[in-house]
């Protein structure tokens, strides 16, 4: 089981958004700000189907990053980047994704308040999960890209 | 459609400008990316952002690499809001001092306060049956989105609109009884029977309306406005809604034809036939009765005088008169109202389909000119037909609308441009033909009450 280091745990817990990075068939990073949530074994984030380009890219390519940056959406100064393997979990895109429901609600309490409105705008809720398994941490103590971050490695765990 | 905001390279680095920081991005040697908070002096006019190299961590400058803006405003117990972030992406140098260059070479992002979210989403629409159709194929087996079935029949049928047959139907067998005439059978179909005609319309209009292109056309819908959109959303496969909207004509002419057996006349005929034609025509060629911009019209007869006279005409075995019509007048422009204020905020998409409806035809000016000449018409019509005795004095109650009347005419104007800021006058709108209708139905229950209690009282002017 892949542990991470303890302050990175609490930023996953309170990062409102974290920036997803996925790479292209080009080998370009594309970068999409998306609300981390985190079950103490995996990180994971949602797409809806809508916004579902991310998803393809995955698929085609499993390397991403997830950074926690927003000192705005964390009420903290430190900062991560999370290197990792993600998955696409998208068996049941109506449903499926439901089971993070309890995390995401503690983050946007007002999620489910819109799931019952879902007939507003049903594609929104037809979503597939993205589960990240850590690979490597850097982590800035203090925020500042002026001094090298401190790097833990999760391989010879996650092996 | 576009999907995706693409932008300028120049235009991504002003926004750039308008975060506190930026996240670099790049992809190391291993194939993972790597994020950095960087802080970088951004000049659009040279294409340049110029920040100090994170330490410890190569950059490339033999590949891309990004800078990202992300804003998201923490709404504490709710979640957020201020939703907007960047892109831009170009070739990094060194620049000595320990600092690199990024050169921009191309951007995209999103800024809800440009594109509203639900704007985005629809425009995004595309990328979700993409992603479905691709589902299907590796899985070999259709795989959709889906909704509850009661969430899909109401989404399918838009049942809640209703309202604007019941009104009319049940306001014409009103006063079908207060002249002596009343068949509790032939008024339940009549209800039923109009019923399907609505639902008939509703669903062939999304027929007819995606075969020509209006409804895809169009990026800002409402819950209002824009059809239903389940066959753009995949929910409902255009051949079963093209099935549903037949099964609804039929129910509704089986309905139609047991009323002609049961009260049988000339009038009903009529009634039934011009109904027939103008609710396929609204939307279904060759008439096409709405892109020549004869749908507030169309909807005004058809949810007018034909359903309360044809409401009417049942009960009293095809004997017409004055009444039924005038009262059905008001509801009639009411009505076309809702249509009128419900196609503004589509006119875009109308105008790209070829769908000639008023609002795409006429500047704002005339088009809320026209909603208070409108409304004016509206209630001039219920007091003058009160002053010559064709309506009841109780009808005025009707007058007590005047106020959301004129709550929609305020809003029109600040909301013209903005589809979801008009929601809440459509949703006015909607709420003044439904009342107007309801009080008048007040009206000639008061009117039946008065009959039972006090024969005499005279509740017709010159009576």
Same mark, same amino acid.
């Given at each position: 089981m892949v542990t991470l280091p303890e302050p990175v745990e609490r930023l996953l817990e309170t990062a409102l958004v974290g920036?997803? !990075?996925?790479?292209?068939?080009?080998?370009?990073?594309? !970068?999409?700000p998306l609300i981390p949530l985190y079950d103490g074994r995996h990180i994971y984030l949602t797409s809806s189907t809508l916004f579902s380009r991310k998803l393809e890219h995955i698929n085609a390519n499993p390397r991403v990053s997830l950074s926690i940056t927003d000192p705005v959406a964390t009420g903290r100064s430190d900062r991560a980047t999370i290197q990792g393997d993600a998955r696409v979990i998208d068996e049941d895109p109506h449903g499926g994704w439901e089971r993070l429901l309890p995390i995401w609600e503690r983050k946007e309490p007002s999620i489910v308040y819109f799931l019952k409105q879902r007939v507003a705008l049903p594609l929104f809720f037809e979503r597939a999960l993205i589960e990240i398994t850590p690979r490597r941490v850097l982590y800035w103590a203090d925020g500042s890209a002026a001094a090298s971050p401190t790097v833990t490695s999760l391989e010879s765990e996650a092996a | 459609m576009r999907t995706t905001p693409e932008i300028d390279a120049r235009t991504g680095l002003e926004k750039l400008t308008t975060y506190p920081f930026q996240v670099l991005t790049w992809v190391d040697p291993n194939g993972y990316p790597v994020s950095v908070a960087v802080e970088a002096e951004i000049d659009p006019a040279t294409g340049h952002a110029s920040f100090a190299a994170p330490a410890g961590l190569d950059v490339p400058t033999d590949r891309d690499v990004s800078l990202t803006g992300s804003h998201i405003h923490p709404q504490p117990g709710y979640g957020y809001d201020e939703r907007r972030h960047v892109t831009v992406w170009g070739h990094a140098a060194t620049e000595g001092l320990g600092r690199l260059r990024l050169t921009a070479e191309q951007a995209w992002g999103w800024d809800e306060s440009e594109v509203p979210f639900f704007e985005y989403s629809e425009r995004s629409s595309g990328q979700s049956r993409k992603y479905f159709d691709a589902l299907s194929r590796e899985r070999g087996t259709p795989v959709r989105p889906k909704l509850s079935l009661g969430w899909l029949t109401l989404r399918t049928t838009r049942l809640p609109f209703l309202t604007a047959t019941i009104v009319p139907v049940v306001l014409g067998i009103l006063i079908a009884v207060t002249h002596g005439a009343f068949d509790l059978l032939t008024a339940l179909l009549t209800v039923i029977g109009a019923s399907f005609v609505q639902l008939a319309i509703n669903v062939s209009n999304d027929v007819f309306d995606t075969a020509q292109g209006a409804d895809d056309a169009n990026v800002t819908p409402t819950k209002f406005s824009g059809g239903s959109r389940v066959i753009q959303y995949g929910l409902v496969t255009f051949r079963q809604m093209a099935t549903l909207a037949f099964g609804f004509f039929a129910a509704a002419a089986v309905i139609g034809l047991v009323l002609l057996v049961l009260r049988g006349s000339q009038a009903l005929l009529v009634i039934g036939v011009v109904g027939f034609v103008v609710g396929l025509g609204y939307t279904a060629p060759p008439l096409k009765l709405v892109y020549r911009g004869l749908g507030e019209i169309a909807v005004a007869v058809g949810f007018g005088p034909l359903m309360l006279l044809g409401a009417y005409v049942v009960q009293t075995r095809g004997a017409l008169a004055w009444e039924p019509f005038v009262a059905?007048? /008001?509801?009639? $422009?009411?009505?076309? =109202?809702? $249509? +009128?204020?419900?196609?503004?905020?589509?006119?875009? *998409?109308?105008?790209?389909?070829?769908?000639?409806? =008023? /609002?795409?035809?006429?500047s704002q000016e005339a088009i809320v000119g026209g909603y208070r000449l409108a409304t004016l018409v509206a209630y001039g019509v219920l007091m003058i037909g009160v002053v010559t005795g064709l309506l009841p004095i109780p009808a005025l109650l009707m007058l007590l609308t005047v106020p959301l009347a004129l709550q929609v005419e305020r809003g029109l104007r600040p909301n013209y441009d903005n589809p979801y800021g008009l929601m809440a006058v459509m949703n006015v709108n909607i709420r003044l033909h439904l009342f107007a209708g309801l009080l008048l139905v007040?009206? +000639?229950?008061?009117?039946?009450?008065?009959?039972?209690?006090?024969? *005499?009282?005279? =509740?017709?002017?010159g009576r």
């Amino acid at each position: 089981m892949v542990t991470l280091p303890e302050p990175v745990e609490r930023l996953l817990e309170t990062a409102l958004v974290g920036e997803l !990075t996925v790479v292209s068939a080009s080998g370009r990073p594309i !970068t999409y700000p998306l609300i981390p949530l985190y079950d103490g074994r995996h990180i994971y984030l949602t797409s809806s189907t809508l916004f579902s380009r991310k998803l393809e890219h995955i698929n085609a390519n499993p390397r991403v990053s997830l950074s926690i940056t927003d000192p705005v959406a964390t009420g903290r100064s430190d900062r991560a980047t999370i290197q990792g393997d993600a998955r696409v979990i998208d068996e049941d895109p109506h449903g499926g994704w439901e089971r993070l429901l309890p995390i995401w609600e503690r983050k946007e309490p007002s999620i489910v308040y819109f799931l019952k409105q879902r007939v507003a705008l049903p594609l929104f809720f037809e979503r597939a999960l993205i589960e990240i398994t850590p690979r490597r941490v850097l982590y800035w103590a203090d925020g500042s890209a002026a001094a090298s971050p401190t790097v833990t490695s999760l391989e010879s765990e996650a092996a | 459609m576009r999907t995706t905001p693409e932008i300028d390279a120049r235009t991504g680095l002003e926004k750039l400008t308008t975060y506190p920081f930026q996240v670099l991005t790049w992809v190391d040697p291993n194939g993972y990316p790597v994020s950095v908070a960087v802080e970088a002096e951004i000049d659009p006019a040279t294409g340049h952002a110029s920040f100090a190299a994170p330490a410890g961590l190569d950059v490339p400058t033999d590949r891309d690499v990004s800078l990202t803006g992300s804003h998201i405003h923490p709404q504490p117990g709710y979640g957020y809001d201020e939703r907007r972030h960047v892109t831009v992406w170009g070739h990094a140098a060194t620049e000595g001092l320990g600092r690199l260059r990024l050169t921009a070479e191309q951007a995209w992002g999103w800024d809800e306060s440009e594109v509203p979210f639900f704007e985005y989403s629809e425009r995004s629409s595309g990328q979700s049956r993409k992603y479905f159709d691709a589902l299907s194929r590796e899985r070999g087996t259709p795989v959709r989105p889906k909704l509850s079935l009661g969430w899909l029949t109401l989404r399918t049928t838009r049942l809640p609109f209703l309202t604007a047959t019941i009104v009319p139907v049940v306001l014409g067998i009103l006063i079908a009884v207060t002249h002596g005439a009343f068949d509790l059978l032939t008024a339940l179909l009549t209800v039923i029977g109009a019923s399907f005609v609505q639902l008939a319309i509703n669903v062939s209009n999304d027929v007819f309306d995606t075969a020509q292109g209006a409804d895809d056309a169009n990026v800002t819908p409402t819950k209002f406005s824009g059809g239903s959109r389940v066959i753009q959303y995949g929910l409902v496969t255009f051949r079963q809604m093209a099935t549903l909207a037949f099964g609804f004509f039929a129910a509704a002419a089986v309905i139609g034809l047991v009323l002609l057996v049961l009260r049988g006349s000339q009038a009903l005929l009529v009634i039934g036939v011009v109904g027939f034609v103008v609710g396929l025509g609204y939307t279904a060629p060759p008439l096409k009765l709405v892109y020549r911009g004869l749908g507030e019209i169309a909807v005004a007869v058809g949810f007018g005088p034909l359903m309360l006279l044809g409401a009417y005409v049942v009960q009293t075995r095809g004997a017409l008169a004055w009444e039924p019509f005038v009262a059905s007048i /008001p509801i009639a $422009l009411l009505i076309a =109202l809702v $249509l +009128y204020v419900n196609e503004i905020p589509d006119r875009r *998409g109308d105008a790209r389909a070829g769908k000639r409806t =008023l /609002p795409v035809r006429f500047s704002q000016e005339a088009i809320v000119g026209g909603y208070r000449l409108a409304t004016l018409v509206a209630y001039g019509v219920l007091m003058i037909g009160v002053v010559t005795g064709l309506l009841p004095i109780p009808a005025l109650l009707m007058l007590l609308t005047v106020p959301l009347a004129l709550q929609v005419e305020r809003g029109l104007r600040p909301n013209y441009d903005n589809p979801y800021g008009l929601m809440a006058v459509m949703n006015v709108n909607i709420r003044l033909h439904l009342f107007a209708g309801l009080l008048l139905v007040v009206a +000639y229950v008061l009117v039946l009450a008065a009959h039972a209690v006090a024969p *005499g009282l005279p =509740l017709f002017i010159g009576r």
